[in-house]
């Protein structure tokens, strides 16, 4: 399958402040990116999904301007979350997959913080 | 709507068997995916099914029932790593994946 780098791991930021999350896929031409958020003990839920060289398309209730997405080139989409708030202390996790494909392959994640 | 169902917790012993049910309901239907997420890291491919019937891989399969909008994980062999949560996962008409809430496989020695 395909190597998908997600950096960082973990992170704590102090509330006000922003953290930008980068999503690397280092194998794999990832024509569409996926960005979820995971809360404790509850499943994955889609934030927004990006197409390379477009604008990412959010879903439902998910504020696209705290959210940031780009996804500039076929290797790496970044999420920022602007102005931290400790309630979005969550599991961010992104995913890819190349145009026609079916599976989707995830990164690490990543633990934010905000204290 | 879109749906997917699946028991919240299920405890099995180390070597026994273990059946993980999914119902699901999508718009259009592309496919059904099993995942394993241990806590705290990302899911991990387990299986997709697109097709009825059930397909085989080491100790995990997969099967799959379109008319009856459902599908089962069988894990064989139980062993201690094997607990974690198990998504299922179904793709709809525009290739989206809709979550279940995961279930949490619970090995006892």
């Known amino acids: 399958g395909a190597v998908v780098s997600q950096h960082p791991s973990r992170v704590i930021c102090k509330s006000g402040t922003s953290v930008k999350i980068e999503c690397r896929s280092l194998d794999f031409q990832a024509t569409t990116m996926f960005w979820y958020r995971q809360f404790p003990k509850q499943s994955l839920m889609l934030m927004a999904t990006s197409n390379e060289g477009s604008k990412a398309t959010y879903e439902q209730g998910v504020e696209k301007d705290k959210f940031l997405i780009n996804h500039a080139s076929l290797t790496l989409s970044t999420l920022t979350v602007t102005s931290a708030h400790p309630e979005d202390s969550s599991f961010y996790i992104c995913?890819?997959?190349?145009?026609?494909?079916?599976?989707?392959?995830f990164g690490q994640g990543t633990r934010l913080t905000v204290v | 709507g879109q749906n997917i169902d699946q028991p919240t917790e299920m405890t099995a012993t180390e070597g026994a068997i273990v059946q993980i049910n999914c119902t699901y309901q999508t718009s259009g239907f592309n496919g059904l995916f099993w995942y394993q997420q241990h806590a705290g890291e990302a899911p991990t491919f387990l299986s997709y099914?697109?097709l009825d019937g059930l397909e085989e891989k080491g100790r995990f399969s997969s099967f799959l029932s379109r008319s009856k909008g459902y599908s089962y994980l069988l894990l064989k062999e139980l062993q201690m790593k094997d607990s974690a949560s198990y998504l299922c996962?179904?793709?709809?008409?525009?290739?989206?994946?809709?979550w279940g809430a995961g279930t949490k496989l619970i090995i006892k020695p």
């Open positions: 996962a179904g793709m709809d008409s525009n290739y989206q994946l809709i």
């Open positions: 995913s890819v997959k190349h145009q026609g494909d079916t599976e989707a392959f």
């Open positions: 099914n697109v």
